[in-house]
């Protein structure tokens, strides 16, 4: 199983970006995909997830509003369309994965991770 994460970058607040999520090595339209994000000294904090089919979302509190996930399972791909960033966003952000079909907010219920790509936001 082999996630990789990508489209971070330097963006000012107010800006927008695309991170995406490209998985293979199972079967990824049976599972629930996840984002998350780590600041520098901070513990990892859960973004937003989504079930397989992708009709069902959830987002961490800091984002909801702003932050859009979804998935293509044609392409084994997984999205979070980032707008209105703020400087507090500034993280680096990691797709991950786990082999269920319930939605999971909490970092120890994914098994599989990404290596996770670089956001900073400049106020």
């Known amino acids: 199983v082999q996630l990789q994460a990508s489209g971070g970058g330097l963006v000012q607040a107010g800006g927008s970006l695309t991170l995406s999520c490209a998985a293979s090595g199972w079967k990824f339209s049976r599972n629930v995909m996840g984002w998350f994000r780590q600041a520098p000294g901070k513990e990892r904090e859960f973004v937003a997830t989504?079930?397989?089919?992708?009709?069902?979302?959830y987002y961490g509190e800091s984002v909801k509003g702003r932050f859009t996930i979804s998935r293509d399972n044609t392409k084994n791909t997984v999205t979070l369309q980032m707008n209105s960033l703020k400087p507090e966003d500034t993280a680096v952000y990691y797709c991950?994965?786990?082999?269920?079909?319930?939605?999971?907010?909490?970092?120890?219920?994914?098994?599989?991770w990404g290596r996770g790509t670089q956001v900073t936001v400049s106020s």
């Open positions: 989504i079930s397989w089919s992708g009709n069902t979302t």
């Open positions: 991950a994965a786990r082999t269920s079909s319930i939605l999971a907010t909490t970092t120890r219920l994914y098994g599989y």
